[in-house]
């Protein structure tokens, strides 16, 4: 069964910084695309970005410039490197990987911007 985990949420001032990290496991087959998605309180889950296993990435307009997703294929991981944080930014961070013709969601790390 395919589990998938993120860490590195947490509570940082307007303009700061945090990385967020996500790991997927119990498959023998790796993950093709891996992504990041968010869900800010009465409003519908939203993609930040995603990343596939050739390195290619796609970005939600509102983060380019300021947010980095990268990944290691040998650890089946992602990571996204959050800079310039604002308020709006706030939200429950979901990690989603896709292994095989399934995709898998983590429970989510929350991640809360303050002014």
């Known amino acids: 069964q395919v589990q998938v985990v993120e860490s590195g949420g947490g509570l940082v001032q307007a303009g700061g910084s945090l990385r967020l990290s996500c790991a997927a496991s119990g498959s023998t087959l790796s993950s093709n695309i891996m992504g990041w998605y968010r869900q800010a309180p009465g409003k519908q889950r939203e993609l930040v970005a995603t990343?596939?296993?050739?390195?290619?990435?796609r970005y939600a307009d509102s983060v380019k410039g300021r947010f980095t997703i990268s990944r290691d294929n040998a650890k089946n991981t992602v990571y996204l490197q959050m800079n310039s944080l604002k308020p709006e930014d706030t939200a429950v961070y979901y990690c989603n990987a896709y292994v095989g013709p399934y995709g898998y969601w983590g429970q989510g790390t929350q991640v809360t911007v303050s002014s």
């Open positions: 990343i596939t296993s050739s390195g290619s990435t």
